[in-house]
């Protein structure tokens, strides 16, 4: 199978401070650009952002909606939490271990960009646990309904 790449789109309010957040912040390459939109390559994956009048507001915890990575390698994931503290991006939720000491246990931290676009970036311990492991329940955290 030939390689796939992810597209997401995503609402923003200014295009010079996406690529503050993005290209600056998060290391982004900046593709092509419009008054009204930017295309940004997030580790090989197309994201693009797209100016909207509307107000963009902060939504109540992590869920249900956020977008991110998951990395095979711990030190590319670390490189990128050094990288997001270096740069003073806002954290919506520090890094930390989930799961520990179950084959789920990953490490992951939110950040949160100028528009209130969650953003979360993992490492699983366990690969098979990304698809896999069925037999567990647990995904992300409890919320309450």
């Known amino acids: 199978m030939n390689q796939v790449l992810f597209h997401l789109a995503f ?30 390559n997030l ?49 919506y939720q520090q890094s930390k271990r989930r799961f520990p000491e179950k084959l789920l246990e990953h490490r992951t931290f939110f950040l ?3 528009f209130h676009n969650l953003l979360e970036f993992k490492y699983y311990c366990h690969t098979e646990a990304i698809f896999g492991c069925n037999n567990y329940q647990e995904v992300g955290e409890a919320v309450e309904v």
Do not use: M
């Open 11 to 40: 609402p923003v309010n200014n295009i010079a401070q996406t690529k503050e957040f993005y290209a600056d912040g998060l290391g982004c390459e900046v593709g092509r650009e419009s008054p009204n939109s930017i295309i940004l």
């Open 43 to 91: 580790y090989g994956n197309q994201i693009v952002a797209h100016v909207t009048q509307e107000a963009l507001s902060s939504q109540k915890g992590i869920y249900p909606r956020h977008f991110g990575l998951i990395f095979a390698s711990e030190s590319d994931w670390e490189t990128l939490l050094e990288r997001a503290e270096k740069n003073h991006l806002r954290f």
């Open 112 to 114: 949160e960009d100028p």
